[in-house]
């Protein structure tokens, strides 16, 4: 997002940043106070944050996050290259006290609760200036995502049979995303085409088991699913001036696809988990979308 670019920016290569009125650069639909970041042309350039996460007791140490990122330029061609790792460490326990309406005790539990998250993305960013004035932009981007969780229970009732109750929750994603676009001068305006392309996957599922200390059978389920989404997008902006100010048409064409099964599973007496059967566990949901827009901008009034 924009916060990253600027951030990837080093101090060194900002001439000059001025505030100014959004309705004086000539972009459609922009108002209100806007920060004009000037850079210079420069070599390659870098920047670095390391990150680690420690909680006490419950939770796992994290020692690898952070950030790290390139940017270079020259006359027509800047670039940029990163490599952001996000994680996340959570943990709890204790002892849990369940009580009845009048108060009394009914079980004592001893819990554990421990979350282990792994997100790095690599992206990016290319854009060339051509001496006609043409501007072309090309942004990448591939990210994946790893999650543990677990949820442990020792459970020993006032009455009854003592158990061990073991959660655990998973997921597994990936995806990537392509965008681009090209702007040149055509007849009185300019002409700028936008495309994009966006997939995601994940793997999730869940597995329940309570294991009795009376040799009881082992009672227990598990759910599995996968979950696929994609975009895509097509776009063409034209502007010029007209009526004393800047006169846009815009054609966009965009298409959304989601798709996801899943299946539920029991645990049976001999220790297998066989499939149940449960009717709508699959469905593909998509979206065709085409918009015309007009929009007309001008300065009211001189600062």
């Known amino acids: 997002d924009i916060f990253d670019q600027l951030q990837r920016i080093t101090v060194d290569n900002v001439e000059r940043i001025e505030i100014v009125d959004g309705a004086t650069l000539d972009l459609p639909g922009l108002s209100g106070q806007v920060a004009n970041v000037f850079t210079r042309y420069g070599g390659i350039s870098g920047r670095y944050e390391w990150r680690t996460v420690h909680r006490p007791k419950y939770a796992d140490l994290s020692w690898w996050g952070g950030d790290l990122s390139d940017t270079g330029s020259a006359p027509s061609i800047e670039w940029s290259a990163a490599y952001t790792h996000d994680n996340g460490r959570g943990g709890a326990g204790g002892t849990g006290v369940i009580t009845d309406a009048a108060g009394d005790v009914t079980d004592l539990r001893d819990v554990r609760i421990k979350f282990n998250g792994e997100f790095p993305r690599l992206s990016g960013s ?62 009185p305006g300019k002409l700028k ?3 994009l392309d966006r997939r995601d996957t994940e793997d999730f599922g869940q597995l329940a088991r309570v294991i009795f200390d009376d040799d009881s059978p082992t009672t227990g389920s598990q759910f599995v699913g996968t979950a696929e989404t994609s975009e895509s997008i ?43 059967p449960l009717p709508n566990t699959s469905g593909r949901v998509h979206e065709d979308r085409y918009e015309i827009i007009l929009s007309y901008g001008r300065t009211l009034a001189g600062g």
């Open 234 to 276: 097509a776009r063409g902006e034209y502007r010029w001036d007209r009526w004393g100010g800047n006169l846009e048409v815009d054609l966009e064409a965009a298409y959304n696809e989601l798709e996801q099964t899943s299946e539920l599973l029991s645990l049976d007496p001999v220790g297998r988990f066989a499939a149940i």
């Open 193 to 195: 085409i936008i495309g």
């Open 126 to 187: 290319l854009k060339w200036t051509g001496d006609s004035g043409t501007v072309a932009n090309l942004n990448m981007q591939y990210s994946h995502s790893k999650t543990d969780s677990i949820n442990d229970e020792d459970r020993n009732p006032v009455i009854g049979i003592g158990s061990f109750r073991d959660f655990d929750n998973n997921g597994r994603g990936s995806g990537y995303e392509i965008g681009g676009d090209i702007e040149f001068g055509l007849g």
